[in-house]
């Protein structure tokens, strides 16, 4: 399987966000956006609560994303 080196799309971000709600697991959720589980890892990582609740804000994680850019 290769995977393409690129930025999250704000469509992927809110799939992220709910397929972690429903417990999937990171490789399943890779699979699925067509990303490394690494790549999910790292996304949930940056945009959790200081508690780990993965909250997705489309809008607002999408720009901190492109910010870092």
């Known amino acids: ?3 393409e080196i690129e930025a999250l ?3 992927q971000r809110h799939t992220i966000s709910k397929l972690y709600q ?3 697991t ?3 959720i890779g699979r699925i956006i ?3 589980k690494s790549t999910v ?3 949930i990582a940056r945009n959790s609560t200081t508690n780990g609740v993965y909250t997705h804000k489309a809008v ?3 720009d901190k ?3 870092r850019r």
Do not use: K, P
């Open 26 to 28: 990171l490789t399943q």
């Open 41 to 43: 890892s790292r996304e």
């Open 22 to 24: 429903e417990s999937f």
């Open 9 to 11: 799309t704000q469509n």
């Open 1 to 3: 399987m290769h995977f």
């Open 65 to 67: 994303a492109m910010a």
């Open 34 to 36: 067509g990303c490394h």
């Open 60 to 62: 607002s994680v999408h």
